[in-house]
C-alpha cells in the first residue's frame, strides 16, 4: 500500500512537471492549438461529403460519425498532452533513455510514459470535446457517459500505442512506423462500426480495438446497452493489461543488452 | 550522377530494413481492408454510385491507400536534421542538402514500389475477389500515375520537413496537408462523386487530386489521353511544387547562417 | 571500513545477427555471440574511489549497466549495498547514484531545480529533508545561480554539475559515474573532479567511475581497475600507475626558431618538424616547469600544450604486461 501511495506521488509530480515543461512556450503552444483546431475542422467536410454518397451505412449517420471522430481526436489530444512518452517509446528505446529510469526506484512505464508531453494535445482534447459537445446539443446525446468513454478511449487508445510501440524493443528506428501505426490507429476508429465485421470485426476487438474506443460507446450512446458496455470495460481492462505485460516482455529484452551489442 | 548513387544507397538501406518494412505494409493491408469493407456496405446499403462497379470503387480504394506508403517518411528525417542542427554538417558538401535528400527519399521509394506493385495484387485480390473492370491495362495506368504521384508527395514532405525551421515540428504541419489530401485528393470517395457545389474541374486541378484522385481515377477510364492529361498535370505541379521548394530552400538557407544551423 | 561492491566471475554475452540475404535474413536470422564481460571479479569498500578504465569495447559501460542493474549478467554474482542488482533493483536504486556523462537525466526545458524535485518525489524524500539536502549540495556545488536556469541555457559543464546534484541528492552510498567529463573543456572538467571527490569525502560515498581520461583516475580515483576483451588486465592502487605511466607528461611546443634541442634527464623526443616540438617529460626524473623553463631559454615560444598520454598508450603498456 505504502509503494502504491508513493507511487500515485511520483505519478502526479510527473504529470506536473510534463505539464510545466509543455506549457512553458505559451505562445507556441496556442499557435498550435489553434493550427491544429483549423486542420482537424477540415475532417467534418470529409465526412459530409461520404454521408453525401450514402446518407444510411448500416444504421450510422453523419451524427454518428462525428461523435466517433470526436471521441478519436480527444483521445489522441489527451494522450498527447499527458503521456506522449508513449508515443515516444521506440525513440527512448533507440537512445538508450530507459537507462536513467531504470536506476530509479520507480516502475519503468510510470517514467517512459508520462515524462514528456506534446502541446498541440491541447488544441486536439479541447476540439475533440467541442465536437462531441456539439453532437450532444445538436442531435440530443446524452452528455453524462462523455466523460467516462473520454476516460475509456483514452485507455484504449494509450495501450494501443503501448501495445505497437513496444515493437520497437526489436525493431530499430521503429519511431517513423509506429507513429504511421498511431496514426491509422486513431483513424480507424473514427470508420463507422457497421463496416466492421466478420474477421475485421474480430481485429477491432483484440489487436487493434479500436470498437473499444469509439464503436461500443456511439452503441451505448444510441441503444443503451449495458452488457455491451460491461463487455467493453472488460475488454479495456484486459487489452491494458496485455499491452503492459507486452512491454515489460520487451523490457527483459533490453535488459539483456542483445538490443544494442558492445559499446564499451 | 551523384544524386543517382545517394538514391542507389538508400534503396539498398531501406531494403534492408526488412522488419520496418514488413510492419508498415501490415498497416497498409488493415487500412485497405476497411476502406474496402466501408464500400462494400456502401454497395450493399443501395448507395453505391451507378456509375462504378463495386470491383472498381474497391481497387480504386486500394490504391488510393497505397500512395501514402509508397513514399518513404522523408518530412521525418528533415524535421530531425534541422532540428538537431545536423543540417549545418551537410551544407558543406558539394551536393545541396535538399536533393541529396530528395534523391535518397525516390531510392527509398524505388524499394517500396518494387514491394508494392508485386506483392498487392495478389492481396488486394483476395480481398475483392475480382479484377478492375478495365483490366491489366488500366492497373498500369495507375501504376505509373502513382510513381509520379509519390514523387510529388516526396517534394511535399521536404516542404513540411522543412517547415521545422519555423514551427519548430514538421509532423503537425504533415497532419495538416494530409488533412487537405483527404479533403480534396479524392482519398475517401472519388472526385467525380463529391457534391455538385464543388466543381469537379476545380477538383482535379488543385495539386492534391494529382496525387490520389487524378492517377487511382485512371482506373475506371484507362485511355492513352486520360493518362497523357493526368502526367502532364502531375508534370507541371512536379515543376510547380519543385521551383517553389527551391526558393523556400533558400530562405531555410538564409535562417541556416543568421542562426548558425 | 565495510564491503560496499561486490562483483565475482561476472560474465555476459551478446547475440550479434549475421548479415544474410532478404528473406533468409528474416525469416531464419542467425546469430553469432559476442563475449562482452569475461569473468570479472573485484570488490570496492565503503567511501573507495575507484577508476574502471579500459578501451572502446572493453566492457566498462556493459560492467557498470549491470553493477546498476540496466542489464542482466548471464552467470555471475553482485551485491551493491547489500543487494543483488537484477533481483532486488527497485530497493538497491535508494543505495545508488548514477551519471551518465552522454546521457541526461534533466528536462531540457526546464530549471533543474524542477527535476530535482521531480527526483525527491521518486526516492520518497520528505519535503523538509529534501529542501535541507538540495539547499546544501546547491552551496556545496556553488550552483545557485544555474539550477534556476532551464537546462537548454546552460554550458555543459554547469549541466554536469546539476547531473551530479541529481545523482547525489538522495544521499546514495554508491555512485556509478560513467565518462562524467567527456566533452568538458579543462576547467569545467577541473570542476567536476573536485566536485566528485569532496561529495565522496564528506558523504563516505562509494565511487566506481569509468573514463576515457587519466586525469580523471589520477584526481579523483585511489584505484584503477583496468578491463580489456572484458577481462580483468589490472587492478592497482593510482601511486602504482602514476610512479608507472601517468607520471609522464607530453608537451608540445611552437616556437619561432626553425628547431631546438631539448637534451634533458627525463625528457624524450617524440616528434620534431620545423618550428614544432613533441616531447615526453617524466615527471618523477623532472619537473614540467623546469623543462618549461629551459626552453624559453633556448627559444621564443609561442604555443605550448601541456598534456596526460593517452589512456590507449598506458592500457597498452599495462597489457604487454610491463606493469603486472
Known amino acids: 500500500m505504502a509503494e502504491f501511495v508513493s507511487n500515485i506521488r511520483f505519478f502526479l509530480a510527473l504529470v506536473r512537471m510534463t505539464f510545466k515543461s509543455a506549457t512553458g512556450q505559451r505562445s507556441a503552444m496556442l499557435i498550435r492549438a489553434i493550427f491544429s483546431v483549423t486542420t482537424h475542422l477540415i475532417y467534418i467536410p470529409v465526412w459530409y461529403v461520404v454521408f453525401s454518397v450514402a446518407p444510411d451505412l448500416g444504421g450510422w449517420r453523419l451524427e454518428h460519425a462525428l461523435y466517433a471522430y470526436g471521441l478519436a481526436i480527444a483521445c489522441w489530444g489527451f494522450v498527447s498532452l499527458f503521456a506522449f512518452g508513449l508515443r515516444m517509446i521506440p525513440e527512448q528505446i533507440d537512445h538508450g533513455e530507459l537507462d536513467s529510469y531504470l536506476t530509479l526506484p520507480k516502475p519503468v512505464l510510470l517514467s517512459a510514459a508520462f515524462s514528456s508531453s506534446k502541446n498541440t494535445g491541447l488544441g486536439e482534447l479541447l476540439f475533440g470535446i467541442c465536437l462531441l459537445a456539439f453532437c450532444c446539443v445538436k442531435y440530443d446525446f446524452s452528455w453524462i457517459p462523455m466523460p467516462f468513454f473520454l476516460v475509456m478511449g483514452s485507455v484504449v487508445f494509450a495501450s494501443g500505442i503501448l501495445f505497437f510501440a513496444t515493437l520497437g524493443f526489436w525493431l530499430k528506428q521503429f519511431i517513423g512506423s509506429a507513429e504511421e501505426i498511431y496514426f491509422n490507429f486513431n483513424l480507424m476508429a473514427s470508420r463507422p462500426a457497421p463496416i466492421f465485421t466478420g474477421a475485421l470485426k474480430v481485429v477491432a476487438l483484440t489487436l487493434v480495438p479500436v470498437s473499444l474506443m469509439s464503436h461500443v460507446p456511439i452503441d451505448f450512446v444510441v441503444h443503451h446497452h449495458w452488457q455491451t458496455l460491461v463487455f467493453a470495460i472488460v475488454g479495456v481492462a484486459s487489452y491494458s493489461l496485455l499491452s503492459v505485460s507486452f512491454f515489460y516482455l520487451g523490457l527483459r529484452f533490453y535488459e539483456s543488452g542483445n538490443r544494442f551489442g558492445i559499446k564499451g | ?261 | 571500513m565495510s564491503q560496499s561492491v561486490l562483483v565475482e566471475n561476472l560474465q555476459k554475452s551478446f547475440k550479434v545477427r549475421k548479415k544474410s540475404g532478404f528473406l533468409k535474413g528474416f525469416l531464419a536470422p542467425e546469430y553469432t555471440t559476442v563475449q562482452a564481460v569475461d569473468g570479472v571479479s573485484f570488490s570496492l569498500k565503503e567511501g573507495e574511489r575507484v577508476a574502471f578504465v579500459g578501451p572502446n569495447g572493453a566492457g566498462k559501460s556493459t560492467t557498470i549497466k549491470m553493477l546498476s542493474g540496466i542489464l542482466h549478467p548471464d552467470s555471475g554474482y553482485v551485491e551493491i549495498g547489500g543487494f543483488v542488482p537484477w533481483t532486488e533493483r527497485k530497493a538497491m536504486a535508494y543505495k545508488i547514484g548514477t551519471v551518465f556523462g552522454q546521457r541526461s537525466q534533466l528536462w531540457y526545458h526546464l530549471p533543474a531545480q524542477d527535476t530535482f524535485e521531480l527526483l525527491s518525489y521518486a526516492y520518497d524524500m520528505s519535503r523538509s529533508d529534501f529542501e535541507g539536502r538540495i539547499k546544501s549540495l546547491v552551496d556545496a556545488f556553488d550552483a545557485r545561480h544555474i539550477v534556476a536556469k532551464p537546462v537548454r541555457q546552460l554550458s555543459l559543464g554547469e549541466r554536469m554539475r546539476c547531473e551530479i546534484i541529481a545523482s547525489l541528492l538522495h544521499r546514495p552510498k554508491i555512485l556509478f559515474l560513467d565518462e562524467p567529463t567527456v566533452g568538458l573543456d579543462v576547467v569545467s572538467k577541473g570542476v567536476i573532479r573536485d566536485l566528485i571527490k569532496k561529495a565522496s569525502d564528506e558523504d563516505g560515498t562509494t565511487v566506481l567511475l569509468t573514463s576515457h581520461d587519466t586525469g580523471d583516475m589520477e584526481r579523483v580515483c585511489d584505484r584503477v581497475i583496468v578491463i580489456d576483451h572484458g577481462r580483468l588486465v589490472a587492478d592497482k592502487p593510482i601511486r602504482d600507475l602514476r610512479s608507472g605511466y601517468i607520471r609522464e607528461k607530453i608537451i608540445t611546443l611552437a616556437m619561432k626558431e626553425e628547431i631546438i634541442s631539448l637534451t634533458m634527464k627525463g625528457v624524450r623526443l617524440i616528434e620534431a618538424t620545423p618550428h614544432q616540438l613533441r616531447v615526453s617529460v617524466d615527471t618523477s626524473q623532472i619537473s614540467v616547469e623546469a623543462v618549461l623553463q629551459h626552453a624559453m631559454k633556448l627559444s621564443s615560444l609561442q604555443d605550448i600544450t601541456v598534456e596526460d598520454p593517452p589512456m590507449e598508450d598506458i592500457i597498452k603498456e599495462i597489457y604487454a604486461g610491463s606493469l603486472l
Not at chain 2, 480504386?60 to 542542427?85: E, H, K, T
Not at chain 2, 521545422?164 to 504533415?174: G, R
Not at chain 2, 462523386?193 to 466543381?199: E, Q, R, T, V
Not at chain 2, 490520389?212 to 492529361?229: D, Q, Y
Open chain 2, 1 to 261: 550522377m551523384k544524386y543517382y548513387h545517394f538514391a542507389r544507397i538508400a534503396f539498398g538501406d531501406h531494403l534492408n530494413n526488412r522488419l520496418r518494412i514488413f510492419t508498415r505494409y501490415l498497416v497498409f493491408l488493415l487500412l485497405d481492408w476497411v476502406m474496402i469493407a466501408m464500400w462494400s456496405l456502401i454497395y450493399k446499403s443501395g448507395y453505391g454510385p451507378a456509375s462504378i462497379y463495386f470491383r472498381d470503387m474497391a481497387w480504386y480504394m486500394a490504391f488510393a491507400q497505397m500512395m501514402f506508403f509508397l513514399s518513404p517518411r522523408l518530412f521525418v528525417v528533415i524535421d530531425s536534421d534541422v532540428r538537431s542542427g545536423n543540417i549545418g554538417y551537410f551544407l558543406n558538401r558539394p551536393i545541396p542538402y535538399l536533393w541529396m535528400r530528395f534523391a535518397e527519399g525516390v531510392g527509398a521509394l524505388a524499394g517500396n514500389l518494387l514491394i508494392y506493385y508485386v506483392v498487392s495484387l495478389p492481396f488486394i485480390y483476395l480481398m475483392i475477389g475480382d479484377w478492375p473492370t478495365g483490366g491489366w491495362i488500366a492497373i498500369t495506368s495507375v501504376f505509373g500515375g502513382l510513381v509520379l504521384a509519390s514523387v510529388l508527395h516526396l517534394l511535399f514532405q521536404i516542404f513540411a520537413g522543412l517547415s521545422t525551421f519555423w514551427t519548430n515540428d514538421a509532423v503537425f504541419i504533415y497532419h495538416s496537408y494530409q488533412k487537405f489530401c483527404l479533403l480534396l485528393g479524392g482519398i475517401y470517395v472519388p472526385l467525380s462523386l463529391y457534391p455538385s457545389f464543388i466543381p469537379e474541374s476545380v477538383l482535379k486541378f488543385l495539386p492534391f487530386a494529382s496525387l490520389v484522385g487524378n492517377p487511382v481515377g485512371l482506373l475506371f477510364h484507362p485511355t492513352w489521353w486520360g493518362v497523357l492529361e493526368v502526367l502532364a498535370l502531375q508534370m507541371f505541379w512536379l515543376g510547380f511544387v519543385g521551383v517553389c521548394l527551391s526558393m523556400f530552400y533558400q530562405m531555410c538557407l538564409r535562417k541556416v547562417e543568421v542562426h548558425g544551423g
